[in-house]
């Protein structure tokens, strides 16, 4: 009995860590992609540049 609750509040453990890995990864992706996209805007505004 106490090997069975045991081994479901492990399994619980991973799954909130696989949560939180997940949201740091997609925070993470989401401010290189923000950086991105800034970097590319200045990249088209340089090219069409005009003196």
């Given at each position: 009995?106490?090997?069975?609750?045991?081994s479901?509040?492990?399994?619980?453990?991973?799954?909130?860590?696989?949560?939180?890995?997940?949201?740091?990864?997609?925070?993470?992706?989401?401010?290189?992609?923000?950086?991105?996209?800034?970097?590319?805007?200045?990249?088209?505004?340089?090219?069409?540049?005009?003196?």
């Amino acid at each position: 009995m106490k090997n069975s609750s045991r081994s479901s509040s492990t399994q619980t453990m991973r799954d909130s860590k696989k949560k939180m890995s997940c949201r740091r990864l997609g925070g993470y992706l989401r401010e290189q992609k923000g950086k991105l996209y800034i970097i590319q805007r200045c990249v088209v505004m340089l090219l069409c540049w005009h003196d």
